[in-house]
């Protein structure tokens, strides 16, 4: 279980390393929000306490610098770059609140800078939409996989081959547009994306997130009952599954105890990363056009806005959520494949 531990140490590292490239490229901006930060702060206590009230004006200039300053050496903000550096990644390993340059919440905190509430607010939809398209590709993908392994060359692996060659040739926004085209203005089906959608009602989200769960779907299935298909194949030309059908075992149970249970590991993978990936990253070009409201329209927005600090923590959260999952995948693995328990 030494490796298990090695994996386990490798989270914090790979983390250490990616934020604090991140930060080090990015910390004169923090620094100018920081800054202004500290500004906002001072000029509203002063504003606010009455015993500034009755000074003249360049008294209180001269008591806001004064604060200013000793504001900038509590938060550290007069320290080296490497020393800066280190304390915005404290910031963002203990979720202190990170203030975002341009863009705010609109729904759980109007104007709210705090760039975690910003992406916390986005996940529940990202997941809505692209964890509901995971589980329902996986649902469809895998049952027509074991039909198609079952069979090479027969209808259902003619049509799985197709539909994969068909999604990854098909630009995802281009097939976006035009299924909003055919469903929501040909066919008034779905809610388009000017759709007025009141995000704190889970049944008008659902109704809005319909087409878009359909149309990931739809792009996904191929791919990702090819990907399986291929897996099970593999599993299949092995000896053991030849013995186990030259013993007279109906192809069910052979299927079953054999193929899927060897098979598990990498198709578990598959399973997990496209749920996660999905929730932590969602896809910039699929929520753009159906202008939705989750994780891949704010990495567009951040993007085009500049606001460093939300791009921050949209990697920080995208990064954590991956290495724990990877560090999860390795631990099934030890319990799924016999071979690497011995190890």
Not at 184 to 206: H, S
Not at 249 to 262: A, H, S
Request: aromatic content about 12%; glycine content about 4%.
């Amino acid at each position: 279980m030494r490796w298990l531990l090695a994996k386990a140490i490798n989270i914090p590292i790979v983390l250490i390393l990616v934020l604090f490239i991140l930060v080090s490229l990015t910390g004169g901006i923090l620094d100018q929000i920081m800054m202004k930060t500290i500004q906002v702060q001072v000029r509203r206590e002063i504003l606010a306490n009455p015993k500034y009230a009755y000074l003249p004006q360049e008294k209180k200039l001269e008591i806001a610098k004064k604060l200013e300053e000793e504001l900038i050496k509590a938060w550290g903000l007069d320290k080296p770059w490497y020393i800066k550096a280190f304390m915005y990644m404290y910031m963002l390993f203990t979720f202190k609140p990170i203030y975002a340059r341009v863009l705010t919440t609109r729904i759980i905190n109007p104007g709210s800078p705090n760039a975690y509430l910003i992406v916390l607010e986005r996940i529940p939809f990202t997941v809505v939409l692209f964890t509901t398209a995971s589980i329902f590709t996986l649902a469809i993908a895998i049952p027509l996989a074991l039909l198609a392994a079952r069979k090479p060359g027969g209808i259902v692996d003619k049509i799985v081959s197709a539909w994969s060659v068909f999604s990854v040739s098909m630009p995802w926004w281009w097939f976006a547009m035009v299924m909003i085209w055919l469903l929501c203005y040909k066919f008034p089906i779905f809610a388009g994306p000017e759709y007025q959608t009141n995000w704190t009602n889970p049944l008008d989200v659902a109704y809005r997130a319909a087409l878009p769960v359909l149309t990931v779907t739809i792009l996904s299935v191929g791919v990702t009952a090819y990907r399986i298909r291929g897996i099970l194949l593999d599993v299949m030309r092995e000896d053991f599954v030849t013995t186990a059908r030259a013993k007279g075992l109906p192809e069910k149970i052979v299927l079953l105890r054999y193929v899927i249970r060897v098979a598990a590991p990498p198709i578990i993978t598959i399973v997990l990363l496209s749920i996660v990936m999905s929730v932590v990253t969602g896809a910039i070009l699929t929520e753009a056009v159906f202008n939705w409201y989750g994780m891949g329209l704010l990495y567009w927005e951040a993007v085009m806005a500049n606001d460093i600090p939300v791009i921050l923590v949209l990697t920080y959260i995208s990064t954590l959520l991956y290495l724990v999952t990877r560090f999860v995948l390795d631990i099934l693995y030890t319990y799924l494949d016999p071979r690497i328990r011995r190890a």
